[in-house]
């Protein structure tokens, strides 16, 4: 590129000059030569100031038309979006291969499909036969669904712009998809990024309801370059474990509705089915008290979750090194509530294999299972069954202190609801309901007393 030459313009009379010098020479005025870059080639070629079309502003003040949203069939998955499908969002979902993501698509689609709406299902691993086995097992095969086996998104928005746009737009997956546009194998960050925002300009402009399928990795994550998850409006995902019967779906970032409600499903012989009461999977049979297991009201945006957590302590030999096994839960943090077991209340596990466990495989991150956790522990050290109809929650801190959680009331509720009648939390709460007696605790040795002595 050749360099530019300087120039110099006269402020006065305009004259041109290709060097600077006190007086201009046309007019005669002092100190009025100013220099001026020209424009460089680049700048030539990538000036966006004109040429393009005029948008359209809405003033945020003036009344217009709100997007209603449209329900899938399943309240379980409208709730986990925040009460169903808006008309031009971008839902990204991930999950583990085999958990159960294309059959809750097309399961939504054949509601969408028998109530009126257009339905689009387009696979990119599976031919139009395979999904038509899967709909047979899953008796949707009297669903209107359009079913297509396709990778190419040119030929995919062509054809969808030759017909009305639907009301559902499935792509899976988008690591399948590719432009020839774009150089590169499809699943490759560029081909990812392209065919994604091709397919999200469609949406938008017509207002479809467009579900993005994603491959994860081994880690979890969703696979691909992290700006497709900000370039969608809704990322959701897809957990649970293969050995259990339930799957949980959860909305990691919504523009649309709360980012920390899940809904939760059960997979059966002819598909997923909801769960409306999701604590009775993780609840056992729990006729008799048996030592070492508490439950914990847990809350997942505004549902709360009533599991079970069981602790097994083992002696050991002298010698012996012990193990700490947990599942279901933080091993970090429960290496942290045993050294403050030890250190405030007086408590030995140094010779003891500790083992913790979440029943039904749910995961837990919630603080406010610290209380829990430590009643099991206490109550597995000491042979000492806690109460059957007790629930247990709070947050213990460095220092033996039982801190104040979020939502008290809702979790008191619920486990009312469910039948038990006494609640141990953290001072300044209350019982939420008539049904319930809340004891408070301050201290953790006020637990570890309690528990021990049978109270």
Known sequence: MAKPKRRYVCQ?????????????????????????????????????????????????????EMPRRRPSGLAEFDRALGGGLVPGSAILMGGDPGIGK??????????????????????????????????????????????????????????????????????????????????????????VRGCAFELIRYAKENGVALVLVGHVTKDGTIAGPRVLEHMVDVVMSFEG????????????????????????????????????????????????????????????GTRPVLVEIQALIVRLQSGATPRRAVVGWDSGRLAMLLAVLEARCGLNFSSAEVYLNVAGGYRLSDPAADLAVAAALVSALGDKPLANNAVWFGEVSLAGEIRPVAHSSIRQRESAKLGFGRGFGPNGGSAAEKEMKFTSLSMLPNLVDRILSGA
């Open 12 to 64: 006065a009379c305009g004259s041109v000059s290709t060097r600077w010098q006190g007086q201009c020479a046309d007019c005669g005025e002092w100190n009025s030569l100013a220099e001026d870059v020209p424009q460089t080639v680049f700048s030539a070629k990538h000036d966006l100031s004109s040429g393009g079309r005029a948008i359209q502003f809405t003033p945020l003040d003036r009344p217009g």
């Open 102 to 191: 294309s059959t809750l698509l097309l399961q939504v689609s054949a509601y969408i499909a028998k109530s009126g709406g257009q339905a689009v299902y387009i696979s990119g691993e599976e031919a139009a036969g395979q999904v038509r086995l899967r709909a047979e097992r899953l008796g949707l095969t009297g669903a209107p669904i359009q079913l297509a086996a396709a990778t190419s998104v040119r030929d995919i928005l062509t054809t969808l712009g030759m017909m009305e746009p639907p009301a559902l737009l499935v792509i899976d997956s988008i690591q399948t998809m590719h432009s020839d546009q774009i150089e590169g194998a499809p699943g490759t960050v560029s081909q």
């Open 241 to 300: 474990e293969r050995s259990h019967q339930y799957r949980i779906l959860r909305s990691l970032k919504n523009r649309f509705g709360p980012v920390d409600e899940i809904g939760v499903f059960a997979m059966e012989g002819d598909g997923l089915a909801e769960v409306g009461n999701p604590s009775m999977l993780f609840l056992s049979g729990r006729e008799e008290p048996m030592a070492g297991s508490a439950v914990f009201p847990a809350v997942e």
